[in-house]
């Protein structure tokens, strides 16, 4: 089996490049519903984040308090605070989760995050692909999807490195600056290009 990750830039195509590849058979994790999902199930995980930003962090019913804690991360500049806490516990999930979808016989198991490439390439992985795409393709598709204003999405891409920079770490870049279909295209010939 073979463990790819998919990064790059909000809007810049990574989700419909991973769901391409489920309907060609691979296993995907997404990173971000992953820690969502890790947030309010481990133990371990609940209680180091109410350690460090309080028991305001979760609401009565022990669900996540996400304005409250994004308030705390983004405008107190505890961001990699929060990270410290969530990533490694991400990270051991997935391993884990690509371990169990080797033993069930996938060809390709996928870690799409938006963060994969920021400390260097990561020594589990077989392959690394990059998706890139001009800022305006990416905020038009965003303020489209989410309902944002384009504001709001020029605020969050600002916010985001630069993943042109990340392209000497990457196997494989896809540029997504046509049409969907183009996109659907070229994941297809990526995902035969990788397994």
Known sequence: ???VGVTGGIGSGKTTVCRVWQELGAFVIYAD???????VEDVEVIKAIKGAFGDAAYNDD???NRPWLAKQAFTNNRVSELNAIVHPAVYRESDRLMREAEQQGYPMAVREAAI????GRPSDLDKVVLLLADQTSRVDR??????SSQDQVYNRVAAQPN???YAPLADLV?????SLSDLIENAEHAYWQLV
């Open 1 to 3: 089996m073979v463990r």
């Open 33 to 39: 519903d992953l820690a969502k999902k890790i947030m």
């Open 62 to 64: 022990g669900t996540l």
């Open 116 to 119: 994969l490439l920021q400390h």
């Open 142 to 147: 965003v303020t489209k999807r989410d309902g």
């Open 163 to 165: 993943y042109e920079d």
């Open 174 to 178: 896809i540029r997504n600056d046509g």
